[in-house]
């Protein structure tokens, strides 16, 4: 559509011109953007902040295509000096409660502060099916607008692990452009809130009170994982059960162990649609940021979460080329149908299999 537009266009202003050079305009402009612009490009037009570029480079690192991978590689390679220097901020969830409400009066507050923020998904659910928990709706319709916001949907991928290895390229992307906030969104489901914990400074759980008994339901790791809970919708009718919320997770959260940060993990409530509480979380944000850099547990949990992705990047690649060896294939259907016979068992099956390789 748009290439149609600016042909037009061209065509327009060029009306003196004779038809055929007019016409080769066309196909040059169609050319060029087939044409992949070289991983010098990508870079200078990334440090620059040029969006257009970012949401390239980002394509190219969510491809599955050899070659893609390998520009992505080069393109990652040489942005990442200048990654680094942000602030990696993990929000969950579950469906409902308020996330891309939150993150849009959120996101609108930091770039009122004059940040850039970038957002970026991890939606398990369009990993394993083509449906997706985070929606394909348009979300955080006001900030979308916003030219110091950078919204990215989440990726697809055929596992969590390889959906979760892109945002995080995509962070390193994100960062070199110059945004200086990352949100990374998730729906509470699966391993998902692990995916992202492994990839932020600070992780937020997001809540609304329920009808009394909050704990309820919520996965022990989650609360584990918060270094703050805010407690959403705290608006209307909803202003005293909230609070009822917030002093029931106060106690729940004094039962764990004081964490390796030293920090202690709050409970708030704001009303992300009335933009309620919203500048009470930017601080709590600074002081965790301030308290962990002084300690220096940010940079420790960073040099951290970099063993734990190349560890991961190792073993994925690893069981990857494994399964896609010929041999493997072959033999690995007749170990299944031996054992579904009873004539073999999974370990034989499976160190016949490994000692192909
Ligand atoms: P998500 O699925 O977690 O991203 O949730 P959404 O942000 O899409 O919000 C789900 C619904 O809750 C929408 O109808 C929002 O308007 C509503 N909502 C979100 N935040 C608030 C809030 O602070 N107060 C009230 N009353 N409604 C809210």
């Not at 004779?18 to 200078?44: G, L, N």
């Not at 607008?145 to 290895?165: C, E, H």
């Not at 995916?195 to 009170?209: E, R």
């Not at 494994?322 to 073999?344: D, H, I, M, P, R």
Request: hydrophobic share 35%.
């Amino acid at each position: 559509m748009a290439s149609k537009n600016k042909s037009a266009l061209h065509e327009k202003k060029g009306v003196s011109q004779p038809e055929t050079t007019s016409e080769s305009s066309a196909q040059k402009i169609k050319k060029s953007r087939s044409k992949q612009p070289t991983t010098d490009q990508f870079v200078s037009h990334i440090l620059k902040g040029d969006i257009t570029f970012l949401s390239r480079a980002i394509t190219l690192v969510e491809s599955t295509n050899l070659k893609h991978q390998q520009k992505a590689n080069e393109i990652l390679e040489r942005c990442l000096p200048y990654a680094n220097n942000s602030v990696r901020i993990g929000i969950t969830g579950v469906p409902g409660v308020g996330k891309s409400t939150f993150i849009e009066s959120y996101g609108k507050h930091l770039t009122s502060q004059g940040k850039k923020v970038a957002v970026l998904a991890i939606d398990p659910s369009s990993s394993v099916n083509k449906g997706s928990i985070l929606g394909d709706k348009t979300r955080m319709e006001i900030l979308v607008t916003d030219t110091n916001a950078f919204i990215r949907p989440s990726p697809s991928g055929t596992s969590l692990g390889g959906v979760a290895q892109k945002t995080r390229e995509s962070i390193i992307l994100c960062e070199a452009a110059g945004f200086d906030t990352i949100i990374i969104e998730t729906v509470g489901v699966g391993q998902s809130e692990t995916a992202v914990h492994s990839m932020v400074d600070f992780f937020l759980l997001l809540k609304i009170a329920g009808a009394g008994d909050e704990l309820q339901g919520i996965k022990r790791g989650i609360i584990e994982m918060a270094d703050a809970i805010v407690i959403n919708k705290a608006d209307g009718d909803n202003v005293q059960k909230a609070k009822i919320a917030k002093s029931e997770f106060n106690r729940a959260l004094h039962l764990y162990p004081p964490k390796e940060s030293k920090w202690q993990p709050k409970v708030l409530t704001c009303s992300a649609l009335n933009h309620n509480g919203i500048t009470e979380i930017y601080t709590l944000i600074n002081e965790y940021l301030n308290l962990t850099k002084e300690n220096r547990f940010f940079n420790k949990r960073r040099n951290e979460q970099n063993i734990y992705w190349l560890k991961a990047t190792i073993e994925q690649q690893l069981k990857d080329s494994f399964y896609a060896q010929k041999n493997v294939k072959k033999q690995l259907s007749e170990e299944l149908e031996n054992l579904e016979k009873g004539l073999t068992t999974p370990f034989n099956a499976a160190k016949k299999l490994l000692d192909l390789h």
